[in-house]
């Protein structure tokens, strides 16, 4: 397996001989203003350019979208993607959505969805705190984490835009993943607080999978991103994380 951190969530996932685009969010730096009602909202984005060449971006077998957030699915992906490659989304809704845009292979992930040999699985996860959702649920919305296996691969379990909550608990328990990759920037809305994982987040599920490699992505692009990757990096070295956690910077690619 191969994780090649791109930018933001977006990663080429290389897993059973398959090549995965994650998420692609490709504008060109500054091109969006920021994300209304949330910190740092002044700030423009993408905050850093794409330092992988297009080429290798468009090099895929396979889309998954985990859910239709702009900086995951963004106006430059869908100018930007061929539309007869198969796209894998979180339901009928989403695949909907993805149809009217001209895409013509869409499939819902299930329990257990099998593309050329590679098995992934659709798990839950939560985009906020329970009490996030009583507020702000339309704006925050259903995500979806990814677990991949194959045959002589180790397990992949892609979390999504998520927190720390029981659902991703039950995951690890569940599927046990040998690698773990973790939306790590702890992007902040004012009354909702954390909508994806901080630092606290990590370290409880680098607690709750004890034998797994983890990959920080999702940092440093956004604006209301407000943990760095040089932050995190100082929170693993003081809570022994250092061993198992991984913070690429874009365009890495880490092999497991």
Known sequence: MKIHQIRNATLIVTFGGKRFLVDPYLADKDAYP??????NSE???????LSTPMDTVLDFDALI???????????AAVKLL??????????????????????????????????EGVTLSRTRGQHGSDQAYVYGAELLGNVMG????????????LAGDTVWNQMVETNLEMFKPDVIVLAA???QVPGLGSIIMGT????????????????????????HCVLSRAELASFAEANGMTERLSIPADDTVLEF
Request: charged share 25%.
């Open 200 to 223: 606290a987040d990590i370290k409880a599920v680098h607690d709750a999978a004890p034998e797994a490699q983890i990959i920080a992505s999702h940092m440093e692009t956004v604006n």
């Open 82 to 115: 061929p539309r007869d490659k198969p796209v894998f989304v979180q339901d009928y809704s989403d695949a909907e959505l993805i149809k009217a845009m001209g895409f013509t292979d869409v499939r819902p992930l299930g329990i257990e969805t099998t593309f």
């Open 43 to 49: 700030i423009r984005h993408p905050r850093v350019a």
């Open 65 to 75: 979208l985990t859910h239709l957030h702009p900086d995951h699915f963004d106006e």
């Open 34 to 39: 920021g994300f209304e009602g949330t910190v």
């Open 146 to 157: 990814v677990v991949f296996r194959a045959m002589g691969e180790k397990t992949l379990y």
């Open 185 to 187: 920037g702890d992007a």
